[in-house]
């Protein structure tokens, strides 16, 4: 019986890198098929111009993706900052189910909240703007009524414009802010939090209202290697892929 749920985040999938996509489909095909579920917390796409999208190597995904869940493994997906155009055409084609920006989860009595990370990045005034407005019906109606041509010429602006972005920043401002964290645990009621987006896997603890509390950021996916959070046996421990 499959009981294993694997927590997973920042692949950023593309053409560009193959290493890492021959590692995902890997992936799906010997380690993710022995679990009960799957959760992918965002950017599993380098970036995600519309669900009308089939160039390389996203029919590979898509029909891994299909046959993972064919065999009995659940797939859940958050939309991360490079992913949040992707929508139910995708998950119909993949048996794929989207999550809320926030979501609970309850593993042996635990109740855990998920995220991708970026909303608890409140020190980024800048990109939080950003946010607010790309993740408007009005704007994504917008982009995805241009031609596919057109996104795609796009995304590679957008790619080359995010790199850039992010050296003019310090560090510290593109990680969480704590007391986003700990407004967000309140909120949901939780005391584990695990989410992606920054880049910086580690398990931190401290005390959220007097008791325990502990944040798993997943590990984003390189070249050379990758690891994922896996729940088993009523605790957390990570995999090396």
Known sequence: MKQDVLFISDLHLALEKPEITRRFLSFLQQRAIKAKSLYILGDLFDVWIGDDDNTRPIPAIKKALRQLADSGTEIFLL????????????????????????????????????????????????YQAFRIKSHSPEWQRNVLSKPLWLRLIAARWYRFRSYYHKRGKTLDIMDVNQDSVLESLRKYACYTLIHGHTHR????????????????????????????????????ETETV
């Open 79 to 126: 939309q991360g900052n490079r992913d949040f155009l992707l929508g139910q055409d995708f998950c119909k084609e993949t048996g794929v189910r989207l999550l809320d920006e926030y979501a609970t989860i309850e593993l042996d009595g635990q109740r855990i909240l998920l995220t991708h990370g970026d909303l608890l990045c409140s020190d980024d005034l800048a």
């Open 201 to 236: 896997p580690k398990l931190h603890e401290f005390t959220l209202d007097g008791l325990p509390a502990k944040r798993y950021v997943l590990a984003d996916w390189k070249q050379d290697g990758a690891e994922i959070l896996c729940w088993r046996n009523k605790h957390f």
